[in-house]
Every structure is written in structure tokens, then in C-alpha cells.
């Protein structure tokens, strides 16, 4: 695999696990503050609100890019490398979408988590 396919790729697969988790946030909103009685009485009912079906669907086809991307590339790269990507874009996307806080401590922990990822894509090969 190339290195434009698999970047792209990774991409890919961490845009569509960001919009699954965003879709998932959404659709809970609805249901309020759950209580662990109250989530397995409601099961049904939150499976098929809209943005979690759509969550659903976005996590089934994040899976299968990632289980083509692990078939093609290392798993010390992808795992890094999608894993960072989707705390990056939830923490931004948490911010612009659901109005969550974007403080110095998560700007500070996301640059670390870039300079963690290149460093071990420039060096652990």
C-alpha cells in the first residue's frame, strides 16, 4: 500500500469513527441524564432514534476500512496513528458541534498526542 492510499485511508477511517461518536452524543442528548435502570428499560428506544442508527452505520463502515487498512499496513502505525486522529477531531468537533470546553490542558494534550504520533512515525519504523 502506498503511502497516499494509507494516510488517506486512516483518514478515512477516523472521520467516520469521529462522526459515529458526534451521531452517538447526538442522539443520546434526547434521552437526558440515562440512570443504568433506566438505559436497558429504554434499550430499544435509543437503538432506533435516528442519529444513533446513523452512529451505527458509521461505526460498521469504519470497521471494515479499519480491518482492510490492518490487512495492508502495520498495526503499530494504524492503531497510533486513527486512534489520535479521532481524539484530535472528537475534541474539535466536541467543541464546534456539541459546545463542549476547549481549554489550555486539551489544546496542550493534543499537541503532545501530534508530537507523540510523528515521533513515532519519523523513529519506530
Known sequence: MNIITKYG???FVAAIGISG???LKKGLTSFGHLHF???????????FEPFVLLALFCYAVGMAGYLFLLSKAELTSVYPI????VFVGITFFGW???KEP???????GIIL????ILLIE???R
Open 21 to 23: 461518536q458526534v451521531l
Open 96 to 98: 464546534f458541534f456539541l
Open 102 to 108: 476547549l481549554n489550555l490542558p486539551k489544546i496542550s
Open 9 to 11: 485511508f486512516m483518514l
Open 122 to 124: 519519523q523513529f519506530g
Open 37 to 47: 435502570n433506566g438505559f436497558f428499560s429504554k434499550f430499544f428506544t435509543i437503538i
Open 82 to 85: 486513527c486512534t489520535s486522529l
Open 113 to 116: 498526542i501530534i508530537i507523540g
